[in-house]
């Protein structure tokens, strides 16, 4: 009766227990999910010209290096953009960067105040998403 007792006590401590092998960390880098990416990047990319253009007039920047400023750091990450997605469009079959699907870029996040992140910014609010520039409060 004690071994019983112990045995559905063990199960009833273990069973609400679940490891997390169902979706493994990264397990959503796919390669449809490249070929979003790329896509994503190449039709949506031109957003980053108002966004870089915002951000330089939110930074308190002066007029003149608000427009000249946005607009020269606004082309040029709409290139990358661009480029990015030419890549990740062509290569979508591939598992090219570290045999993985993941993103090329050095890290998603690589500088909190203008760094690229995993999709082009959105104009305007969105508050389903993580990513997005407004504020959800």
């Known amino acids: 009766m004690k071994k019983i007792a112990v045995a559905l006590l063990f199960i009833a401590l273990v069973a609400p227990l679940m490891a997390d092998i169902q979706a493994p960390p990264k397990s959503k880098q796919t390669s449809t999910h490249k070929l979003t990416r790329g896509l994503t990047n190449i039709i949506y990319g031109w957003s980053e010209l108002p966004t870089s253009i915002y951000r330089s007039a939110e930074q308190g920047d002066p007029i003149a290096e608000v427009w000249v400023g946005g607009i020269i750091r606004g082309l040029e990450r709409t290139g990358q953009r661009l480029s990015y997605g030419v890549y990740e469009v062509v290569n979508w ?26 999709f082009p910014p959105q104009i305007g ?5 993580n990513y997005s520039r ?4």
């Open 93 to 118: 079959r591939k598992p090219l960067f570290k045999e993985t699907y993941r993103p090329p870029y050095t890290s998603i996040n690589y500088d909190p105040i203008s760094g690229y992140e995993e």
């Open 125 to 129: 609010n969105l508050s389903t998403v």
């Open 134 to 137: 407004g504020r959800s409060w």
